[in-house]
C-alpha cells in the first residue's frame, strides 16, 4: 500500500487512505509556530496555512487536512533545541537507560535517531559507548556534530535510509522521538526504517498521545508541524500495512502526556500492556465523533473564558506577560486570538535564540526572563502549562512574586503554589 507524498490540501487519511475526512475543530488559518518574526517584519504580511483537526472514521486516526511545505515549517535555521528544555533531557536519558537494559545493548550496536535535533537522546547511548547516528534537516545538526554525535544533515527519505544504513549498518534501535508525527508520507518513513533495522531490531517512537490531548482538552498541540495525532489502534493499522508489528507501548508524562511505542518487523505478539491501553481509548469515546465535538466545543468554551479573564484584568490595569514562548504556546495564541493588546510581553530564559523576536501571528515581544524578575507585573500567563508546576516553582525560586493564570484544562488564576 502506499501514500500520496502531498503538500498543501488532503482529503484523504494519512495511514488507511480512507476518504472524507471529518472536520473536528477549525483553527483558522495560522503562521508556522516557529516563524518568529523581527520587528522590521511586523509590519509585512505573513505565510498562514489553514489548520483543522480531522477525523477519519475508518481507522480513528485525528490528523491535519493540510499539510505545509517541510521546508518552511522546518526551516534550516529552525530554533528548536531539545538540550534546552530539562524536561526532555530528563526523559531522554531515562530513555537510554531503559533501552540499553531492556534490549541488553552492547558497544557493537548502532542506535540510530530520526529527527535527532541537537543529539541529546543519542548522548546518553553514546556515553554507554555504543555507535550512534543522528539524522536531523535543520541547522541545529551543525551543534550535534560539534558536540561529537555523528549526524547526517538531511530530510529523512528512502534515499537517506539507503545511504546511512549503506555507511553505518543495520541498526538495532531507530528512534523517532517527537518527530514521528511530523514527517509527511508515513509509508516511505516505515520503508526507511525497515531498510536501516537489523531483522531483529527494535524501532520505538514518541509522540504525544491525543488521549492525553481529548481528556485534558490540550487543543494547544494542535499545529503544522504535527500532521498526526497518534493514538494506538491507527498506528496497529499502519504497522499492519507496512510489515511491522506493534508490540508493546507504555503511556510518559513528556510533553504533557505521550506514548512511547514499540514495534518489530515481521508478525509479532502484542503485549498484555498494549491490549489494555488500547480497550482504555475505546472507552473513553476518543474514537466517537459525538465526544470528539464535544473536544472542540470545549476549546472554544476555555477561549472565551481565557480572553474575558485577561480582558477584565486590562481594563483594570493590571500587567500581563507570558512565560515562555513554545510552539504549542503560538497555537494557543493563535488560535484564542491572545496578542500584544492583551499580553506584555513573553519571557523566555537567557540564551534563547528568540529572545528579540515577536510572536509569530499575534506580534507578542520575546525578551529576556529577567525582565520580569525586575518589573514584577501582576500577572504571568503560563504557556508550557502542562509542566507548570516546575515552571511556577523555578519563578518563585528566581524571584517572581505575582501570580499565575494556568490556561488548560480550564482557565484559572493561582496565587500559590
Known amino acids: 500500500m502506499k501514500g500520496k507524498k502531498n503538500i498543501g490540501h488532503i482529503t484523504q487519511c494519512q495511514i488507511c487512505l480512507h476518504e472524507n475526512l471529518e472536520t473536528i475543530l477549525a483553527l483558522g488559518h495560522h503562521a508556522p509556530v516557529h516563524a518568529h518574526l523581527k520587528k522590521e517584519q511586523l509590519s509585512q504580511s505573513e505565510k498562514t496555512y489553514p489548520l483543522n483537526l480531522c477525523h477519519c472514521s475508518n481507522c480513528g486516526l485525528l490528523q491535519l487536512d493540510y499539510i505545509g511545505d517541510p521546508k518552511i515549517i522546518f526551516p534550516p535555521e529552525y530554533p528548536y533545541q531539545t538540550g534546552l528544555t530539562n524536561m526532555l533531557i530528563r526523559n531522554f536519558r531515562a530513555l537510554a537507560d531503559l533501552l540499553a537494559n531492556k534490549y541488553s545493548l552492547t558497544k557493537n550496536d548502532l542506535i540510530v535517531d530520526i529527527g535527532s535535533n541537537d543529539g541529546t537522546l543519542l548522548q546518553g547511548f553514546k556515553e554507554k559507548g555504543m555507535k550512534v547516528l543522528g539524522i536531523e534537516p ?246 508550557s502549562w502542562h509542566i507548570g508546576e516546575e515552571l511556577m516553582n523555578l519563578m518563585h525560586k528566581f524571584g517572581y512574586k505575582g501570580k499565575f493564570i494556568i490556561p488548560l484544562p480550564e482557565p484559572r488564576i493561582v496565587k500559590e503554589i
Not at 469515546?285 to 480572553?307: N, S
Request: hydrophobic share 40%.
Open 138 to 383: 535543520t541547522n541545529v545538526a551543525k551543534i550535534a556534530n560539534e558536540n561529537g554525535i555523528p549526524t547526517i544533515q538531511e530530510y529523512f527519505d528512502v534515499q537517506v535510509a539507503e545511504v546511512a544504513a549503506s555507511e553505518h549498518g543495520k541498526a538495532k534501535i531507530i528512534a523517532l522521538t517527537n518527530a514521528f508525527a511530523h514527517i509527511n508520507n508515513l509509508f516511505e518513513i516505515m520503508k526507511g526504517i525497515n531498510l536501516m533495522l537489523d531483522d531483529d531490531g527494535i524501532f520505538v517512537s514518541e509522540s504525544q498521545y491525543f488521549l492525553d490531548a481529548f481528556e485534558k482538552t490540550a487543543f494547544d498541540t494542535i499545529y503544522h508541524e504535527h500532521l498526526r495525532f497518534y493514538l494506538l489502534k491507527p498506528l496497529q493499522k499502519l504497522f499492519s500495512l507496512t510489515g511491522f508489528s506493534l508490540v508493546d507501548a507504555e503511556k510518559i508524562s513528556a510533553a504533557g502526556g505521550s506514548i512511547r511505542v514499540y514495534a518489530k518487523k515481521g508478525s509479532q505478539p502484542m503485549s498484555e500492556r498494549v491490549q489494555k491501553l488500547i480497550q482504555a481509548e475505546e472507552e473513553s469515546g476518543v474514537y466517537d465523533q459525538k465526544k470528539l465535538m464535544e473536544f472542540a466545543q470545549r476549546a472554544i468554551k476555555i477561549k472565551h473564558e481565557l480572553i474575558s479573564l485577561l480582558a477584565s484584568l486590562k481594563t483594570q490595569n493590571k500587567r500581563i506577560v507570558a512565560i515562555g514562548a513554545p510552539a504549542r504556546g503560538s497555537s494557543f495564541l493563535n488560535f484564542t486570538k491572545i496578542d500584544n493588546h492583551l499580553i506584555d510581553y513573553a519571557c523566555e530564559k537567557k540564551g534563547s535564540p528568540k529572545i528579540g523576536l515577536y510572536t509569530p501571528g499575534t506580534h507578542i515581544p520575546i525578551v529576556d526572563e529577567e525582565k520580569m524578575f525586575q518589573e514584577q507585573p501582576e500577572y504571568a500567563l503560563l504557556l
